[in-house]
């Protein structure tokens, strides 16, 4: 397991790393998240305050290639967040046509080929 700094002081401390890409983070993590980043959106760098609705953000989006673990995780206003999350949809949907082209699941085109047909050919 990998270590990373304690942003409460003292000794390091093992990474969380979530079991699948929708476990749930700890109440514990999320702080530590929210002091490692001294509270600060990390899309708008505006100040959290009191009472803000905020939730964490991955960094690097899980459908781009990124992971449930407390490095790749930061606090984020929840409009400002909406936005990224918003304006990635192009990214993601591109990533997976490519991945579905590469894997031969992709339909080039729903559309029926048309052909000409056969030459005629003369019975011997």
Known sequence: ??????PFGGRSIDEWI??????RVPDRVRDRVFTRHKGICHISGTKIRAGDAWELEHI?????????????LAPALV??????????????????????????????????????????????
Do not use: C, Y
């Open 1 to 6: 397991m990998r270590k990373i700094e304690n």
């Open 18 to 23: 979530g079991d699948t890409p929708d476990s």
């Open 60 to 72: 690097t989006p899980l459908a781009l290639g990124g992971e449930n673990r407390e490095s790749n």
């Open 79 to 124: 409009e400002a967040h909406k936005e990224k999350t918003s304006s990635e949809k192009a990214q993601i949907a591109k990533a997976d046509r490519i991945r579905r082209k590469h894997q031969g699941t992709w339909p080039a085109s729903r559309a029926k080929i048309k052909s000409r047909g056969f030459a005629r050919t003369r019975d011997v």
